[in-house]
């Protein structure tokens, strides 16, 4: 079975810093196209960032734009997103998700496999 387990979110001041691991098991890494999706309290799960298989194609929503870094080490069987800049409107509960097969997509019914959340909280 495909396992997703998420670390590194906590609490924050504003223009701080995070990294957020996502560490995966059950098949091959490099099967895997991955996502971060957040979700904020009464508010629809949302994306974040994507990468393809070999971390050559990324994609980023527009409000983490240039602030935010998704990545992955195949070797490790770990993606990262490193969060930088950080804003209160950026706390939520974030996931990591894998799809194999089909293309990165930034729709997250097209993940199959998620992770369990981790926590991240910026204060102002």
């Known amino acids: 079975q495909v396992q997703l387990v998420e670390s590194g979110g906590g609490l924050v001041q504003a223009g701080g810093s995070l990294r957020l691991s996502c560490a995966a098991s059950g098949r091959t890494f490099s099967d895997y196209r991955l996502g971060w999706f957040r979700q904020a309290p009464g508010k629809e799960r949302e994306f974040v960032a994507r990468i393809n298989r070999y971390g050559g194609l990324t994609s980023y929503a527009s409000s983490v734009q240039g602030r935010f870094t998704i990545s992955r080490d195949n070797g490790k069987n770990t993606v990262y997103l490193q969060m930088n800049s950080l804003k209160p409107e950026d706390t939520a509960v974030y996931y990591c998700?894998?799809?194999?097969?089909?293309?990165?997509?930034?729709?997250?019914?097209?993940?199959?496999?998620w992770g369990q959340g981790t926590q991240v909280t910026v204060s102002a």
């Open positions: 998700a894998a799809r194999i097969g089909g293309t990165s997509s930034s729709y997250y019914g097209d993940y199959r496999y």
